[in-house]
């Protein structure tokens, strides 16, 4: 089963680094996007499995493509990446609807775990 991903975050190393741990989990990234605005129209545009979701980004925000796409998508899988002095906003997130959250920085196996489950709730459902 191919597992596509979209990873939404406003550094550049973040993006590769999460991409990464993903590609060698076996996941296939289809694309990449700098601020919220850009997460939401590629998100319409390629229809991922997943997207992995930065909060605090320049021009339009996580929290702003979180709820866009879930309008958009009602069963999107959103994983919140996000700094730990960010609490209050993950938590609104995962109040919003995202499936997770993982605080940055990151082990390669928490980013690897977590993605699976959000897949495996799609499967069981």
Known sequence: ???RVLVVDDSMLMRKMIGD???DDGWEVVGEARNGQEGVDKYEQLRPDAVTLDIV???TDGLYALDRILQFDPDAKLVVISALNQTKLISDAVR???HDFIVKPFMPEQLKETM???LEETATV
Do not use: E, H, T
């Open 116 to 118: 699976a489950s959000c």
């Open 57 to 59: 980004m320049p021009d």
């Open 96 to 98: 919003k609807g995202a």
């Open 1 to 3: 089963m191919s597992k």
């Open 21 to 23: 741990v993903l590609i």
